[in-house]
């Protein structure tokens, strides 16, 4: 039982170091400047599924820079700047 509750926290330690540094080498970073541009570009794609996903990334992103996700809001932006590809 110790043993599996040693290897979760392992696991999760493990789990918040990795994802803020994997949305960093993503290379869409979480801050204003990016924020502005990838909504900027999701605002210019045409009505349709992928504009829908990628309004939602950005909200989700919004929502995790508010609350001082910042891996969480870089990962979600870099959804929606693929989508806005």
Do not use: F, R, Y
Request: with cysteine; hydrophobic share 55%.
């Amino acid at each position: 039982m110790i043993k599996t509750i040693i290897g979760a926290a392992a696991i999760a330690a493990v789990t918040l170091v990795v994802v803020p540094a994997q949305a960093a080498k993503m290379g869409v970073g979480c801050s204003s400047a990016n924020l502005t541009k990838t909504e900027a570009s999701v605002e210019a794609m045409a009505d349709g599924d992928n504009k829908w996903a990628a309004e939602k990334e950005m909200a989700a992103a919004q929502d995790a820079m508010l609350n001082g996700k910042m891996g969480a809001c870089g990962s979600h932006l870099s959804k929606a700047a693929a989508v806005a590809k």
